[in-house]
């Protein structure tokens, strides 16, 4: 099955700086890549994904950069503020050509702490 | 609209008591899924569904029992609750899976097993 690495787990960065979290995967099969943001108590919701058929997204401060060849994708966050403290997950599905499906795999999460 | 919602959002149980979980969605979705959180182990699959009347072992299965008896249901039974199955769990559901089909959580179930 799939395997989804994290890194790093703790991440602590000035306010106004950039902040990267990076992912690996096994499975290469896998085709579709979310990233979830967690607040403290809260459910995880989506904040962008990508599809391995694109090597880069950007949605306004977030973007995610997907290499296949690896099996790697990335989180960058630029002129991050305080309300983007939070923990972060990275994700991976496959889809199986039998059909079958699992759901997603996530990553261990990453602490993101912006320091004022 | 209230998406995912699940009951109840709290409970303590004793060691060998049991309990379910309930997951509801009004969004249509065929696929709904049921995730234990613990700290430093990330979201991790217990069971899936991918349709009314199925359900499938995800990665953590041992210990838990689902159902789907309804389209927009998905229970989650603890026959016999023990310390290591406390946890936050979340039911979640989408569409289909993979290819961008967006999952939504629930607002999760914090359960304690003393």
């Known amino acids: 099955g799939e395997n989804v690495e994290q890194h790093p787990s703790t991440l602590s960065v000035q306010e106004g700086d950039s902040a990267v979290i990076k992912c690996t995967y096994s499975d290469s099969a896998s085709n579709y890549f979310p990233w979830y943001k967690q607040e403290l108590g809260k459910r995880p919701q989506l904040i962008i994904d990508i599809r391995s058929n694109v090597g880069e997204k950007k949605d306004q401060r977030i973007a995610v950069t997907l290499n296949k060849t690896a099996k790697h994708f990335s989180l960058h966050i630029t002129e991050t503020q305080p309300e983007d403290s939070a923990v972060y997950f990275c994700a991976a599905s496959p889809m199986y050509s039998g059909g079958g499906a699992d759901g997603l795999t996530f990553g261990k999460g990453t602490h993101l702490i912006i320091q004022p | 609209n209230a998406g995912v919602t699940q009951t109840p959002k709290f409970r303590v149980l004793k060691t060998g008591q049991s309990m379910t979980l309930l997951c509801a969605q009004d969004?249509?979705?065929?696929?709904m899924y049921w995730y234990r959180q613990d700290p430093g182990m990330g979201l991790r699959l217990i069971h899936y569904?991918?349709?009314?009347?199925?359900?499938a072992k995800g990665k953590v299965p041992d210990g838990y029992n689902v159902s789907r008896l309804k389209k927009q249901n998905f229970l989650l039974g603890l026959e016999s609750a023990a310390p290591s199955q406390t946890s936050v769990y979340f039911c979640a559901s989408s569409f289909r899976t993979g290819s961008g089909n967006t999952i939504y959580f629930g607002e999760g179930s914090w359960l304690t097993v003393v």
């Open positions: 569904s991918v349709g009314e009347g199925t359900t």
């Open positions: 969004m249509n979705h065929e696929y």
